[in-house]
């Protein structure tokens, strides 16, 4: 039993450090950034002989079933758009891994019992009286 207390408290530090580095909420985009160089079709423009004007950025992202929006980005957001694609990415390992987390102490019956230390601050305001 002291074992398995033991193994409870490094899951929960694993949780609350894993919980820690999320990004913020607020900066993140689901999609894939991607780039390129168009040629304009203009005779006597010099990007018929080179590889064409740009790059141009742009965020391809699958809405619903078989349907795929892609918006163009203006190469001053590019890098922005590029983190906030990077957090996205992240914040999904990351409830990844903490609902695993979760998962295991769901089945040592110790998540109930141990909760985040979070909750009492965190309760949802319809929950409150
Ligand atoms: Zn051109």
Known sequence: MKKRGTDTEILLKRRAAIAAKAPDLREVLRGTLRSRFVRCGKSGCHCRKGRGHGPFFYLSV????????QIVIPSQEGPM????????????QILEQVSAINRQLLRQRTLLARPSGLSGKRVPRSRRS
Not at 62 to 69: D, F, L, N, S, Y
């Open 62 to 69: 699958a809405v619903g079933v078989g349907r795929t929006i």
């Open 81 to 92: 758009a590029r983190g906030y694609a990077r957090n996205y990415r992240r914040l999904r």
